[in-house]
């Protein structure tokens, strides 16, 4: 065998032994449980840069603080919310609803 062929059945074999374990991993979930959101159809979840959880829902935008559920702006209530993303260098969370889009700027 040349030198060529011997490097790469090397290669695929190191490939392989690292693909196999890479796959034996396991995936870990916490499971996170808040009777006070039961029934709301959550659709995106961001974290503000303190650390507050928004929730975009069927039911527009919400804010739970770990102990309550709150509706914080009264023109989002029963807007049907499709997602919301985190903009940490701005500090916004962007909406984005079935007919418009736009954020809530934190600061």
């Known amino acids: 065998m040349n030198l ?12 392989a032994i690292l693909c196999a374990s ?3 991993q396991s995936v870990l979930f916490d499971k996170y449980t808040a009777p006070l959101l039961e029934g709301y159809d959550i659709r995106g979840v961001a974290y503000d840069n303190q650390g507050r959880l928004w929730l975009g829902s ?7 603080d770990g102990h309550n559920v709150y509706k914080p702006i009264k023109e ?6 499709l997602n919301i993303f985190k903009d940490s260098k701005k500090n916004r969370i962007w ?10 700027d934190l600061d």
Do not use: H, P, W
């Open 58 to 64: 069927r039911d527009g935008l919400l804010f739970y």
């Open 22 to 24: 890479a796959s034996a």
């Open 76 to 81: 989002l209530a029963y807007t049907n919310i």
């Open 4 to 15: 060529k062929k011997i490097v790469t059945s090397f290669l695929i074999i190191i490939l």
């Open 95 to 104: 909406i984005f609803t079935i007919k418009s889009f736009g954020y809530l």
